[in-house]
C-alpha cells in the first residue's frame, strides 16, 4: 500500500480532465469501505461526477502530482446541498483513494476545506452529514472541532439508514 503523506497534499478545483479519476476514487473508497454494494442506487450518484460538477463544486486532493482524494462542496439551497444553512459550506462525498488511507490525507483535506471556508465571505460555519456507520469519519471530524448537531440528524428517503450530522463554527 503506498500512502501519502499529508503535508505534500493539496487541494484545488477538480477540471474534466480529473473526473474519471475522482468516479473511481469515490467508487473505490466507498465500496471497499462496506458503505454500499457495487449496485446500490446512491453508487451512481456518487459516480456522475459531471453532474456533481455541474451544479456543485467538485475538488480533489492531489499528492506527488497524483489525484488521491475527492469532495464536493456546496452551499444552502444548491441542488447538491443536504442540510447547509444560510451562512455555511457544506461538504460531501469525501472519499480518499484506498490505497493512500491512513496516512493523513482525509484530514488534510477537511483541514484546507476550513481554510477555504474561512475566506469565504458570508461563511461562518461547516456542515457535514455522515451515516452511523462511518465511524471513523466521526472520529476525524470531532479531533478538527466538528461537534454533533442531532436535531438536525435525517433519514435517507425510503431507507432506514440514520444520518448524523456535524457542525464547526468558523
Not at 48 to 67: C, G, N, Q, Y
Request: no cysteine.
Amino acid at each position: 500500500m503506498s500512502v501519502a503523506l499529508a503535508a505534500t497534499v493539496t487541494l484545488r478545483r477538480a477540471v474534466p480532465a480529473d473526473f474519471p479519476e475522482v468516479r473511481r476514487i469515490t467508487r473505490d473508497a466507498y465500496h471497499q469501505a462496506g458503505h454500499f454494494a457495487a449496485d446500490h442506487p446512491y453508487m451512481n450518484v456518487l459516480e456522475d461526477v459531471e453532474h456533481r460538477a455541474a451544479h456543485a463544486e467538485v475538488w480533489v486532493a492531489e499528492a506527488a502530482r497524483k489525484v488521491v482524494a475527492a469532495v464536493t462542496l456546496t452551499f444552502a439551497s444548491q441542488p447538491y446541498s443536504e442540510i447547509a444553512r444560510d451562512g455555511e459550506l457544506e461538504f460531501r462525498m469525501l472519499a480518499v483513494d484506498p490505497a493512500h488511507q491512513g496516512g493523513g490525507v482525509g484530514r488534510a483535506v477537511v483541514r484546507d476545506i476550513i481554510e477555504h471556508a474561512r475566506q469565504l465571505p458570508g461563511i461562518e460555519a461547516i456542515s457535514i452529514t455522515s451515516a452511523t456507520f462511518m465511524k471513523r469519519a466521526h472520529v476525524l471530524y470531532g479531533s478538527l472541532g466538528f461537534r454533533r448537531a442531532p436535531e438536525r440528524d435525517w433519514y435517507v428517503p425510503g431507507e432506514d439508514v440514520l444520518l448524523w450530522v456535524f457542525r464547526l463554527e468558523l
